[in-house]
C-alpha cells in the first residue's frame, strides 16, 4: 500500500504557481520523498525527490517540513502542458516505487 | 523522450494465452523495473531485474516472469491470461538497484487487452 496521502485533484491557473500537498506521516529517516508525474497515455516522468532538505530543479522545487511528516510540490509557472497525474512517493527500498492514487491537475487558462 | 522503449504498443490477447513484453532500457543503464497500470490506478511493481538477475518482486502470481538479458534489455512474459491482466505495462530503467535511491526512466507502456 502507498504510504502518502495526496488530493485526488486540483485545479490551476496557468502562470500561477501550483502547489501539490502530500503527506507522509509514517516515513522513517532512510526514506526519500520522490514526485514523478504522467502525462495522459505516458509514461511517468521523474520529476524530483528529498531526504530533509527542500531541493529545486529547472521543473520545480520540494518543500519538505521539518518533521518530514508533510512535502509540498510547487511548480513555479504552471503552463498548459503540466496538466497530469502528479504522484507523490516514499522510497522504502530505493528503486521499488509504490504509487498510489496521485493528484490529477488541471492547468487551465 | 527518455531512451526507453518497449514493443510492442498495443496487443490483444485472449484468456489463457501467454504473451511476452519487451523493453530497452536507456543506454548505460543495468536495472530494468516492470510495472502494470490498470485503467485509472497508479503503477504496480511487478519485478526488477538488476544484471540479469531478479532483485525484488512486488505481489504478482508466478505466472507473471522475466528475463534480462546481457545487453540489459528485459522482456515480461505473463502465462495463463486472465481478464484481470488487461492493463498499462511499463516498464523503466535506471542505474543500480534496489537498495540505491535513482531516477528512473519510463518507456511509454504497453497496452495489453485479455478477452
Known amino acids: 500500500d502507498a504510504k502518502t496521502t495526496q488530493p485526488p485533484s486540483m485545479d490551476c491557473a496557468e502562470g500561477r504557481a501550483a502547489n501539490l500537498p502530500c503527506n507522509h506521516s509514517t516515513i522513517s529517516g532512510n526514506e526519500y520523498v520522490y514526485w514523478y508525474r504522467q502525462i495522459h497515455s505516458q509514461g511517468p516522468q521523474y520529476i524530483i525527490h528529498g531526504l530533509k532538505n527542500n531541493e529545486t530543479n529547472e521543473m520545480a522545487s520540494l518543500i519538505i517540513t521539518e518533521d518530514r511528516k508533510s512535502s509540498t510540490l510547487i511548480l513555479p509557472h504552471a503552463t498548459l502542458r503540466d496538466t497530469a497525474v502528479y504522484y507523490c512517493i516514499v522510497s522504502p527500498e530505493g528503486g521499488k516505487l509504490i504509487f498510489g492514487q496521485g493528484t490529477e491537475l488541471s492547468v487551465k487558462p | ?115
Open chain 2, 1 to 115: 523522450e527518455t531512451g526507453v522503449t518497449q514493443s510492442p504498443t498495443h496487443l490483444i490477447k485472449t484468456r489463457g494465452q501467454q504473451v511476452t513484453l519487451r523493453c530497452s532500457s536507456q543506454s548505460g543503464h543495468n536495472t530494468v523495473s516492470w510495472y502494470q497500470q490498470a485503467l485509472g490506478q497508479g503503477p504496480q511493481f511487478i519485478f526488477q531485474y538488476y544484471r540479469e538477475e531478479e532483485n525484488g518482486r512486488g505481489n504478482f502470481p508466478p505466472r507473471f516472469s522475466g528475463l534480462q538479458f546481457p545487453n540489459y534489455s528485459s522482456e515480461l512474459n505473463v502465462n495463463a491470461l486472465e481478464l484481470d491482466d488487461s492493463a498499462l505495462y511499463l516498464c523503466a530503467s535506471s542505474y543500480g538497484a534496489l537498495s540505491s535511491y535513482n531516477e528512473q526512466f519510463f518507456g511509454p507502456g504497453t497496452r495489453l487487452t485479455v478477452l
